[in-house]
């Protein structure tokens, strides 16, 4: 046999053959560390049984007793049996049912005068006591089986073929077998600082409570031992990101000072003042941009927060030093739009500027020559920005290798657009409405889903319903615009938009983002309930950017699921990004919130970035503090902080390239 590592198959475990090895593959269970990390996924008291007469129906309950009958009871339909079990102890009995079961499993594994212990919810059926498909367990020696028995016992997440007693078993020699190689990583003072428990018996006691008074802290999720190994996530993650940050920030790169003429001249042309947010920002990255290191800087803001002025104001200090900026943004329309916006703004100060477009031809494409950042200076300044808000701790976790700048106003005069989730019965209403503004000047968006499955149909949707609208809103012009139109259409189209001579836009969600044409008040999206919230968001953030009264109308059906009815409430009744964005969270939960910049970080495998928010701030500081002092992790005393780190981030991040 190897000298056991934490890496070593659980199949040099006593008692493990291939067999058991496969069924624990099932469960994602490979390696020793893998089997301690496997946690209960609840506990059961099995030291003061209540007696049988005592146990509350209505209640999840656990007691112990006999087996005094077995019984397969016809159903009233007859047509199929409910296996019974009548258990019993001094004080009384309790019927244990199952509807669904192997008949011959259960007559080789349930004989008479076995003792059991069983849990479950109490149900009263015609004044009796009853389980229906409890958890139990054989007791064979109350003495010898002390794993099983006569103390707190884990219950682990089951699979077919593989059930507690043996789970229970192999955790258990799992534990005896390689506590002795588990090595704490984390330094003692941040141990005592934090009155963290030893890593030895967070595993030990998280399988196996030795304590009576454990249960309501093993409950709640606030167990010293659980505390312990979610802190340890943490911490590995937040030293990860820091790291991460710290070799980027050391690398060398060009430094620019604040732009001089360029600035003020393109502020003098603005019609308006910087927002008091717009004007941290932009001092926030004017100091990174001082330094020689790489900024690496989220921008966030609410959409129309001005976000892309900020950018554009930043890059000229870079400009005007002779050096290029390349500004990469996620559509086509919007790469034209922002193309239009940066040359309105920069022609006049003589900056040329070229467009790059993923399904340009040859010929055209030439311009890319002329575009290839030179890359002699070093690392290129970033700034990523994003109209997502993520909570505070939160975007510790996904982007704690990033400085963060928030803008929270918007500019002044900005009205909050009036929100409505409509039925079907409403729609002849809304075009009446409709017809008004347009007679006002105003124009509207008409936005239907495009989901990739049904791309076809939902074109059809999409194009039967720009001839419909042609057909209500005949004095005006309803024009079509989707992703399968060439460039060219799209910003013919959209440039016809932008002038005020179509009044409706039909289109698939290629409109989503930065699409800004204040005079465009109305924002109609159908099949509402197929969106999710951000991008319900996104699409609002398209009006309401001019001094008009702006509207935001929802189309919803009625077999929309509770929580689409959770989203299209939470539109009507905030506007706030940064409000929605919590909502959000809490519908779909931070692993699909974060979505694809998590998928690069290690996961979790104790943590919950919900509930253990506040623990999560401490590993923040306590890995701050590390970094600080140890920028690269290079000094020898920190070489187990290093080494568990790289087991931690496996190849998901080249941390130790630099170092
Ligand atoms: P974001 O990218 O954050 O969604 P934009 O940069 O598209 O927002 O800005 C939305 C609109 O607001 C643009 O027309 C922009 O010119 C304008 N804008 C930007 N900053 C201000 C400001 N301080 N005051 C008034 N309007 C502004
Ligand atoms: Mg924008």
């Excluded at 656990?62 to 397969?72: D, H, N, P, Q």
């Excluded at 296996?83 to 080789?108: P, Q, R």
């Excluded at 042309?269 to 920002?281: C, I, N, Y």
């Amino acid at each position: 046999m190897p000298s056991l590592s934490l890496d070593t198959s659980i199949q040099y475990i006593k008692g493990v053959g291939p067999n058991l090895a496969s069924l624990f593959r099932k469960k994602d269970i490979y390696s020793l560390e893998d089997a301690l990390y496997f946690l209960p996924r609840t506990y059961e008291d099995r030291q003061n049984f209540k007696p049988i007469k005592d146990l509350t129906p209505g209640q999840r309950e656990t007691s112990f007793g006999v087996i005094k009958r077995l019984a397969f009871v016809p159903l009233r339909s007859g047509r199929s049996k409910i296996f019974e079990l009548v258990i019993a102890d001094k004080s009384g009995w309790i019927v244990a049912k199952w509807f669904h079961y192997n008949a011959k499993y259960m007559m080789t594994k349930f004989k008479p005068d076995m003792s059991v212990v069983f849990s479950g919810e109490v149900k009263l059926f015609k004044y009796q006591k009853e389980m229906t498909h409890p958890d139990i367990e054989i007791i064979e020696d109350t003495q010898k089986e002390s794993l099983h028995f006569g103390r707190i016992v884990p219950v682990y997440s089951e699979t077919e073929g593989l059930f507690q007693k043996t789970i229970r078993r192999i955790v258990k020699n799992v534990l005896d077998q390689s506590l002795a190689i588990v090595q704490d990583p984390l330094p003692e003072d941040i141990r005592k600082r934090q009155t963290l428990w030893d890593l030895k018996k967070s595993f030990s006691e998280i399988h196996f409570p030795s304590h009576a008074d454990a249960l309501p802290s093993l409950f709640s999720g606030q167990h010293p031992a659980r505390r312990r190994l979610v802190f340890d996530e943490f911490f590995f993650l937040e030293l990860g990101l820091l790291l991460k940050r710290s070799h980027v920030t050391k690398e060398k790169t060009q430094s620019f000072l604040p732009s001089q003429t360029l600035k003020s001249s393109l502020l003098a042309s603005l019609p308006f003042e910087l927002t008091q947010s717009q004007k941290t920002a932009l001092l926030e990255i004017a100091h990174d941009l001082e330094k020689p290191h790489p900024m690496n800087r989220l921008l966030q803001g609410d959409v129309g927060s001005g976000k892309t002025l900020v950018a554009l104001l930043s890059a000229l200090s870079v400009i005007e030093q002779g050096h290029q900026v390349a500004f990469m943004v996620p559509t086509e329309i919007l790469d034209e739009q922002h193309a239009k916006t940066f040359q309105t703004h920069l022609s006049p100060l003589g900056i040329s500027l070229g467009l790059l477009k993923s399904d340009m031809k040859k010929n055209e494409k030439e311009i890319e020559q002329r575009l290839l950042l030179k890359k002699k200076g070093g690392s290129p300044h970033m700034l990523v920005m994003t109209a997502t808000p993520i909570p505070r701790t939160l975007a510790l976790t996904v982007y704690g290798d990033l400085d963060v700048s928030v803008m929270t106003e918007l500019p002044a005069g900005r009205k909050p657009v009036k929100t409505k989730v409509l039925r079907e019965s409403q729609r002849l209403k809304l075009y009446e409405f409709m017809t008004k503004e347009f007679l006002k000047g105003r124009q509207a968006y008409v936005v239907y889903p495009l989901i990739e499955e049904s791309e076809k149909v939902d074109l059809k949707d999409a194009t039967q319903m720009a001839e419909h609208l042609k057909k209500i809103f005949k004095d005006f012009r309803v024009e079509l615009l989707h992703g399968r139109m060439t460039s060219e259409e799209k910003n013919k189209i959209m440039l016809e938009f932008k002038k005020g001579h179509i009044q409706v836009l039909v289109s698939t969600t290629v409109i989503e983002v930065g699409i800004d044409i204040p005079n465009s008040t109305i924002m109609m999206v159908e099949h509402a309930e197929r969106f999710g919230l951000s991008q319900l968001h996104q699409l609002r953030g398209r009006v309401g950017r001019g001094s008009e009264n702006s509207f935001c109308f929802l189309m919803a059906h009625y077999t929309s699921s509770s929580e689409a009815q959770e989203r299209l409430k939470a539109m009507e009744e905030f506007q706030s990004g940064f409000k929605i964005a919590e909502v959000d969270l809490k519908i779909r939960g931070p692993g699909e919130f974060l979505g694809t910049r998590q998928s690069g970080l290690p996961g979790f495998r104790v943590a919950n970035l919900m509930t253990d928010q506040p623990w999560l701030m401490q590993a923040r500081k306590e890995a701050e503090l590390i970094i600080e002092r140890d920028p690269y992790l290079s000094s020898p005393e920190n070489l187990p902080l290093k080494e568990a780190l790289k087991s931690r981030w496996q190849n998901k991040i080249n941390l130790m390239s630099a170092g």
